[in-house]
T-cell receptor, first 114, second 115 residues
Framework: DAKTTQPPSMDCAEGRAANLPCNHS???????VYWYRQIHSQGPQYIIH???NNETNEMASLIITEDRKSSTLILPHATLRDTAVYYC???????????????FGSGTQLTVLP | ETGVTQTPRHLVMGMTNKKSLKCEQH?????MYWYKQSAKKPLELMFV???????ENNSVPSRFSPECPNSSHLFLHLHTLQPEDSALYLC??????????????FGDGTRLSIL
């Protein structure tokens, strides 16, 4: 699975959009980009994933560049409850029936400020 | 509510005790995982069960013993643990198969402290 690079920390004002970048310059054609977050003392929470098209759900939007070497997670209206460590993970789609791990890095500590 | 329930949420045990961690998923998934998260370290995969068969064991010491009686339940049996085993133990589940890009869903973990 390709390696990802994220800034260690970011701040965002409450009510503003939070844009979290992730670099995955060695990504392969069959690798998906996943985003999770972990609020203190809780398990990682799945946010969104995508292959090459931009994706949106009720939590966030995922923008993947055309060359797929980087992506941005967008929280459109950040709240104090969005303060967490955000992880960008790349994992390949493989043959059916095989369960594999997610490799978590250090992530980005997002702090939403009042 | 993620659909993955772990009990207990907190556990304190001595080095000679035997205890078990329990995980139950209500998502109809066919794969389950145990991860370990030590302080200020990334998550480390411990075990993977796919269709109730253990498919991965990441060089985990034998004092950790997993059990997967069915696709909805996963246990981690603990005995003779060491202080460095104190960590957050996380269970996850996913649906593996034709659509192998499906995400894993995590429980809130068991915070384990070894005295």
């Amino acid at each position: 699975d390709a390696k990802t690079t994220q800034p260690p920390s970011m701040d965002c004002a409450e009510g503003r959009a939070a844009n979290l970048p992730c670099n995955h310059s060695t990504i392969s054609g069959n690798e998906y980009v996943y985003w999770y977050r972990q609020i203190h003392s809780q398990g990682p929470q799945y946010i969104i994933h995508g292959l090459k098209n931009n994706e949106t759900n009720e939590m966030a939007s995922l923008i993947i560049t055309e060359d797929r070497k980087s992506s941005t997670l967008i929280l459109p209206h950040a709240t104090l409850r969005d303060t967490a460590v955000y992880y960008c993970i790349v994992r390949a789609q493989i043959s059916s029936g095989s369960a594999r791990q997610l490799t978590f890095g250090s992530g980005t500590q997002l702090t939403v400020l009042p | 509510e993620t659909g993955v329930t772990q009990t207990p949420r907190h556990l304190v045990m001595g080095m000679t005790n035997k205890k078990s961690l329990k995980c139950e998923q209500h998502l109809g998934h066919n794969a389950m995982y145990w991860y370990k998260q030590s302080a200020k370290k990334p998550l480390e995969l411990m075990f993977v069960y796919n269709f109730k068969e253990q498919t991965e064991n990441n060089s985990v010491p034998s004092r950790f013993s997993p059990e997967c009686p069915n696709s909805s339940h996963l246990f981690l049996h603990l005995h003779t643990l060491q202080p460095e085993d104190s960590a957050l133990y996380l269970c996850a589940s996913s649906q593996e198969g034709d659509r192998a890009n499906q995400p894993q869903h995590f429980g809130d973990g068991t915070r384990l402290s070894i005295l």
